[in-house]
């Protein structure tokens, strides 16, 4: 005989999360109606969902499509400085007294980058002093450097708010060569490049007020970055040469508005 099946414990329901899946099957039936998706192809679909929750890479998907959109309706700050994604790198570095992000010389052929600025409130102006401006990145080959944290590292700013840290110019690099969401990039003829870019954090004490990128202007994949709507005109750094006219050297100039309401 059948076993009845058990009975659900008794919960009060999610009104919020009923009705985001109510419109999220009312916009994908639309979807489907309008592109006449068949079944074999729905099951196509679910196959393929299955294999990128078995890889661990669900999580991943739903940023590269969505999170940017969230990040924008949801922690957007007025005249602050646009927050961005923390990505999956992010480890707690060092502080760098004297603001080199480099464990020893630069590598040979590595074009220097000269980073500088203010940190003050987005909502008065006033300068945060004693900031932590808190930077992360790939190098000029594209890759991080987890085991050492090479330009990775913590900028104390002065009294003023002001900060400097001398790191790489960084690299665009391709993600997800060998899973799933790689996969789906090329059955649709996309590249899988993320635009180069520096990572930032900027605490007050133990207080994080900002997460965001800095992108580099003239970079090919401004335009194309994987992620979508995470470069924006306001995240580019005016790069230059030095000052100094060394070779490979550049210098470039970035302020940041954040808010200390959150604290």
Known sequence: MNQMPAELPDAEPDER?????ARTVEKMKEVVREF????????????????????????????????????????RVPGGTRPNLEGPFYRAAPL???????????????PVL??????TDAATGAPIPGAIVDLWQADHDGHYDLDDLQLFGRVRADEEGRYRARTAVPKDYSDH???PIGELFRAMGRHNRRAAHIHVKIWEGEHCLLTTQL????????????????????????????????????EAVFDFAVSRTSR
């Open 177 to 179: 060569d060998h899973d």
């Open 96 to 110: 760098r007294e004297d603001g080199d992000l480099f464990a020893g010389d630069p590598p040979p052929g590595t």
């Open 114 to 119: 000269h980073l500088s600025g203010r940190v």
């Open 36 to 75: 006449e998706i068949t079944q074999d192809e729905l099951h196509v679909a679910g196959d393929y969902f299955n294999r990128l929750g078995q890889s661990g890479f669900c999580r991943s998907l739903i940023d590269v499509a969505l999170a940017m959109t969230s990040v924008d309706v949801t922690a």
């Open 17 to 21: 999360l009923k009705a985001i899946f």
């Open 215 to 250: 992108f580099v202007p003239g970079n090919p994949y401004l335009d194309s970055d994987y992620v979508e709507g995470a470069v924006s005109d306001d995240l580019l750094i005016g790069m230059k040469p030095a000052d100094s006219g060394v070779a490979d050297e550049y």
